[in-house]
């Protein structure tokens, strides 16, 4: 069974990017910043629209948060890819230590839900190796960051390892569709599309669910996202995000999970972790 349904969208994006979507799902599902009027953005044919807006790089620029390391902030939606108050210490205490050192399952599938900065990749890559635990990662992303963003992202530097620059590099190096060892612990796989292509069954022990915020993209944290989770995680499988309001629980709830409300990290209360029967 594949992985990812594919259905092309027939429109000629920048990433020829794959969606089993209608042109106007797409429209609001992957740009909530465009006006939107019905079947067709700002009164516009969707096709074009979609196509200049492929065509468009994100912008984004580095911020240094409290803990010294890096994140990245969209400009047009003023919104960061981590915490303001440490990247990495959210990063550690909602992924690894209340996701991957939660679970049992040896070897271990993860699915990231938003790839990013890559930052929460390199946390497992340096955890598997602690832990000669192998690990498959899968990293799903729409828009990845720039190799001249990556290499100003200071983790590296800012975490405990030998090689860490250079494994980094080739997270970011690695080609789309295809796994890469980046360790003899750790193998690594990028997908290139969007979050409501994700179709797989039973797949995943463990997903990391660190898609924007509710306040720029309140679609992803529904329902509908959350059956696609359930679904492709195997039973007993855990999802954790540092998200915790309570619309988001009920929605986990309603396609039956069953979620824990956890301390959070710097400067967040709660965060939630949902799991599989």
């Not at 910043?33 to 994100?58: D, E, F, I, T, V």
């Not at 946390?123 to 799903?140: F, I, Q, W």
């Not at 995680?233 to 915790?244: F, M, R």
Request: charge should be positive; hydrophobic fraction near 40%; proline fraction near 6%.
């Amino acid at each position: 069974m594949k992985l990812f349904a594919r259905v092309k969208l027939n429109i000629y994006g920048k990433f020829g990017l794959l969606f089993p979507l209608k042109n106007h799902q797409i429209c609001r599902a992957i740009c909530p910043l465009m006006p939107y009027r019905g079947g067709n953005p700002a009164g516009m044919r969707a096709r074009g629209k979609l196509a200049w807006y492929y065509s468009q790089p994100m912008k984004r620029h580095i911020e240094t948060t409290k803990d010294g390391s890096s994140t990245l902030r969209v400009e047009g939606w003023d919104e960061p890819y981590h915490s303001v108050h440490g990247a990495i210490q959210e990063s550690r205490h909602v992924f690894i230590e209340s996701g991957l050192k939660h679970c049992n399952t040896h070897p271990l599938r993860i699915l990231e839900m938003g790839f990013g900065t890559g930052l929460n990749a390199l946390l497992t890559l340096l955890e598997a190796n602690a832990m000669s635990l192998p690990v498959h990662y899968t990293g799903v992303e729409a828009f990845p960051v720039t190799l001249e963003e990556a290499g100003q992202l200071n983790y590296p530097q800012q975490l405990p390892g030998m090689g860490l620059a250079g494994d980094f590099e080739r997270m970011h190096r690695a080609p789309w569709e295809e796994n890469l060892q980046i360790s003899p612990y750790f193998t690594l796989l990028k997908r290139r599309f969007d979050f409501m292509a994700v179709a797989a069954e039973e797949q995943f022990d463990l997903v990391y669910f660190d898609v924007f915020g509710a306040r720029v993209q309140p679609e992803f944290w529904t329902e509908v996202l959350f059956e696609k989770m359930y679904r492709a995680l195997d039973h007993g499988g855990i999802l954790v995000t540092y998200a915790a309001k309570g619309s988001v629980r009920r929605a986990m709830q309603a396609v039956g999970f069953g979620v824990e409300r956890l301390p959070g990290p710097p400067g967040k209360r709660e965060m939630l972790r949902a799991t599989k029967p």
